[in-house]
């Protein structure tokens, strides 16, 4: 079983700066892919950034150059640096992490979400 834990989100005004957190644990299971999605008010939940393995990242088109996400193997963690945001980045931003374990294979695992509020 997986267990993710987010943290770092709030209230900040509109061109400030956020940083979440989403650390996994467990035992078992390897991590695979790792990512970040939100969901606003109304709106369909959608991808704000992924990490491979490897490292690649990929972004929404709209948040390249704002958001960076990036992660710590040793601490199975995957962060999301948020600069300059905008009161349309408001939303509830959910974790996501993909592992793989010997006998149930591939699982996908979200984190409880955390709130990020811009104010204008």
């Known amino acids: 079983q997986v267990q993710l834990v987010e943290s770092g989100g709030g209230l900040v005004q509109a061109g400030g700066s956020l940083r979440l957190s989403c650390a996994a644990s467990g035992t078992g299971f390897s991590i695979t892919d790792m990512g970040w999605y939100r969901q606003a008010p109304g709106k369909q939940r959608e991808l704000v950034a992924s990490?491979?393995?490897?490292?690649?990242?990929a972004y929404a088109d709209a948040l390249k150059g704002r958001f960076t996400i990036s992660r710590d193997y040793a601490k199975n963690t995957v962060y999301l640096q948020m600069n300059s945001l905008k009161p349309e980045d408001t939303a509830v931003y959910y974790c996501?992490?993909?592992?793989?374990?010997?006998?149930?294979?591939?699982?996908?695992?979200w984190g409880q979400g955390t709130q990020v509020t811009v104010s204008s």
């Open positions: 996501n992490v993909r592992v793989w374990a010997r006998f149930a294979g591939s699982s996908n695992y």
């Open positions: 990490i491979t393995p490897g490292g690649s990242t």
